[in-house]
């Protein structure tokens, strides 16, 4: 069964830093992407960072520079390390597998971004 499990949100002030983890089991970890989203209260969840098997990886514009994917395969984890925070990156983030037609999300964790 595959399970995924987000950790590392809180609270932070604008300019700081944050890293998710998203610890995966149940899954062939290293042969499949990751993907981060995330949805801020009232607004639909949106992509922000993508990684493939071969570490390729995707960003949302609004993120570029400042927030980084990676994975450690030996640990079925995915990161996201998150820099020069914006009250405007408040949200609650989540994690995502795709098998085939099936998308398989964790629980999520909030991020707030405030003074």
């Not at 002030?13 to 801020?40: D, E, H, K, N």
Request: contains cysteine; proline residues 3%.
């Amino acid at each position: 069964q595959v399970r995924l499990v987000e950790s590392g949100g809180g609270w932070v002030q604008p300019g700081g830093s944050l890293r998710l983890s998203c610890a995966a089991s149940g899954i062939v970890f290293g042969t499949f992407p990751m993907t981060w989203y995330r949805q801020a209260p009232g607004k639909q969840r949106d992509l922000v960072a993508h990684i493939t098997s071969a570490r390729t990886t995707t960003y949302a514009d609004s993120v570029k520079g400042r927030f980084t994917i990676s994975r450690d395969n030996a640990k079925n984890t995915v990161y996201l390390q998150m820099n020069s925070l914006k009250p405007e990156d408040t949200a609650v983030y989540y994690c995502k597998h795709t098998r085939g037609s099936l998308d398989y999300w964790g629980q999520g964790t909030q991020v707030t971004v405030s003074s």
